[in-house]
């Protein structure tokens, strides 16, 4: 395994990041099995693992506590914190109040006295960025973190938060989570430029796609039903059109779909990992068996051919969408100004 280099934080890193989601009652409900995993990808050389308070509301992060006693040290543990975790209204964000709550939970769960990387899941319209950097520089100082890292943010966000930290003296986000694959590569545009320009860190969800890039899903063909049901960019018939072209472009170089997805996503150098959500041991065997993968230039050529640079074919469900495309109210005039104009 080569690591990597985590941004500017002399962090060593595997390509692969061990994403915990699956674990719990969301994915795989078996604690033990869960565990098993877990230990597979460590003792392959991952020695980097991500998860979040909301997933499968906290027992991911309980799994992943109990996965890793006595092997913690070794382990470059992130979690996330900003989606909802009850009803009560400030049981989520990133207000201060809220941070401070989440962050002990999580230690809690986790088992541990300290989060290496420490993110915020989602952006948050309602508080000021500086109240939250605010608040993690705190609990940098305090040694229950280690670094701060931010997840789905626009890139002129990123660069705000960079500002605002640097104009108040606080710590600054020195990683960012953006979802990256063959088929969304719209972070190619200014994302990614900007982590790098800043030294940030940047770990990418779903490089396969939400499962599109496994192969399971094909176009006219009864697989994967359940999911395909549920989750709209499983059907997008754009998408599934781009994955007809790149399977024979897979068979043509010998390699699985998932490895040629997999050694795409870290093949940029504004990346650092790539996360992988393995549910069962036997899909976490294939994307190992897939980590010395390299791509050459006439592939990755190819692959601009089908997908070109920045371009995003369809989009993710669970993609975030800034409330300025998600409230007409933010893009719309009022109707009288509207109607004098």
Do not use: C
Not at 15 to 31: C, Q
Not at 219 to 224: A, E, F, P
């Amino acid at each position: 395994m080569q690591y990597r280099t985590l941004g500017r934080t002399g962090i060593k890193v595997s390509p692969y990041a061990l994403g915990a989601m699956m674990f719990g009652a969301i994915g795989n409900p078996d604690h033990d099995d869960s565990i098993r995993i877990v230990h597979r990808a460590l003792d392959a050389g991952i020695n980097f693992i991500d998860t979040a308070d909301a997933y499968a509301h906290g027992e991911s992060e309980e799994i992943i506590g109990k996965a890793l006693k006595g092997r913690r040290d070794n382990v470059v543990l992130a979690t996330k914190l900003h989606l909802p975790m009850g009803d009560d209204p400030n049981q989520r964000g990133n207000s201060r109040r809220w941070i401070m709550t989440a962050v002990e939970n999580s230690l809690r769960r986790l088992r541990t006295d300290h989060i290496d990387l420490y993110q915020i899941h989602r952006p948050d319209p309602d508080t000021d960025v500086e109240e939250t950097l605010s608040a993690l520089s705190d609990l940098v100082h305090s040694g229950k973190v280690h670094v701060i890292g931010s997840s789905t943010m626009p890139a002129s966000d990123i660069v705000e938060a960079q500002w605002v930290a640097e104009r108040r003296n606080l710590e600054r986000f020195r990683t960012e989570q953006p979802t990256y694959s063959i088929l969304n590569r719209g972070i190619e545009t200014e994302v990614l430029p900007v982590t790098q320009r800043y030294g940030m860190g940047t770990l990418v969800w779903s490089p396969l796609a939400q499962g599109l890039l496994t192969g399971r899903i094909r176009k006219g063909q009864q697989t994967d039903l359940r999911r395909a049901a549920y989750f709209k960019h499983l059907s997008d018939e754009r998408r599934l059109d781009a994955v007809e072209r790149l399977i024979p472009l897979a068979e043509d170089a010998g390699l699985p779909l998932t490895h040629l997805a997999m050694a795409f996503a870290i093949a940029h150098p504004g990346v650092t990992s790539a996360i992988i959500g393995p549910r069962t041991m036997e899909q976490l065997d294939d994307l190992i068996a897939g980590t010395e993968v390299t791509l050459t230039d006439d592939l990755l050529d190819r692959i601009d051919e089908i997908v070109p640079p920045g371009t995003d074919v369809g989009t993710l469900d669970m993609a975030y969408r800034p409330q300025a495309l998600q409230l007409p109210g933010l893009r719309r005039r009022p109707t009288a100004e509207r109607a004098a104009a």
